[in-house]
């Protein structure tokens, strides 16, 4: 969790949760894998959205700024944005990943980076409409990353209303 990591916004990051970090990362690149570190918040801090006066978008690119300084040019380590956004519409959404993407950029960090989208980042909903009236699909095209080592990471559950809540599997 953010929290775990970061308890107070835009603050330096726990120290033992990141030596906790630092040692999976080490044991995983002992054994020749490749790891995502992904913020698994939903586009929340302490139940907050992204971009709301609690948690304003700079609060979001310091902890990715932190992040990218600690992980900096780690081919075996990827930056995984955000864990199924949702709550949150698409644009709204795609300025907090630049931002993000901006603010790892910045650090001199080569990491590739996953971008998520809106909607739980499914791949059934892709081209769903938010609030704001734009799709993922739509809304991302915006996405720039300066050393073009970005992807876009969707979800997929095979259970009948791609929420993966349904022990039995459809297609």
Known sequence: ?????????????????????????ARAKAAGMYLVIDIHNYAKYYG???????VPV????????????????????????MNEPNNISASDWAGAAQAAIDAIRRTGANNLILVPGALWTGAHSWYSTTNDGYSNATALTSIYDPLDRYAFEVHQYLDADSSGTSSTCVS
Do not use: C, H
Request: aromatic fraction near 10%; proline fraction near 4%; charged fraction near 20%.
């Open 58 to 81: 700079a609060t979001f690119t310091d902890l990715w700024r932190r992040l990218a300084l600690a992980f900096n040019s780690d081919n075996a380590v990827m930056f995984g944005l």
């Open 48 to 54: 907050y959205k992204i971009g709301s006066p609690e």
């Open 1 to 25: 969790l953010w929290e775990r990591l970061q308890p107070t916004a835009s603050g330096e990051l726990d120290s033992a949760q990141l030596a906790l970090l630092q040692q999976a990362v």
